[in-house]
């Protein structure tokens, strides 16, 4: 059973940084992409960094250069180190899984099958 586990969100003013963490678990060979993903309230949930099998990754445009997703299959940890954050930086932030498919940079959102309970993220201006 596939279990995802999101901590490191909380309050930071405009300009700070949070480091979110991503505790996997019951995951297999079956999954080739994960990925962070936000939603505020009354909008589509949207994509923010994704990382395939081969260490490939693939950013929202809003957030080149300030974030950064990486991995430690050591510790079955998924992170997402954002930097600069801004006011409009603020959501629920989702670790997701996809099993194998597309490719992980094509994969749409409805190919991430496993989701955690999300963390929040809030930027003060």
């Known amino acids: 059973q596939v279990q995802l586990v999101e901590s490191g969100g909380g309050s930071v003013q405009s300009g700070g940084s949070l480091r979110l963490s991503c505790a996997v678990s019951g995951v297999d060979s079956s999954v080739d992409c994960m990925g962070w993903f936000r939603q505020v309230p009354g909008k589509e949930r949207e994509g923010v960094a994704r990382i395939g099998i081969d260490g490939s990754t693939k950013y929202l445009d809003l957030v080149k250069g300030r974030f950064t997703i990486s991995q430690d299959s050591a510790k079955n940890t998924l992170y997402l180190q954002m930097n600069n954050l801004q006011p409009e930086d603020t959501a629920m932030y989702y670790c997701?899984?996809?099993?194998?498919?597309?490719?992980?940079?094509?994969?749409?959102?409805?190919?991430?099958?496993?989701w955690g309970q999300g963390t929040q993220v809030t930027v003060a201006s």
């Open positions: 997701a899984a996809a099993p194998r498919g597309l490719l992980c940079r094509w994969k749409p959102t409805s190919e991430f099958r496993y």
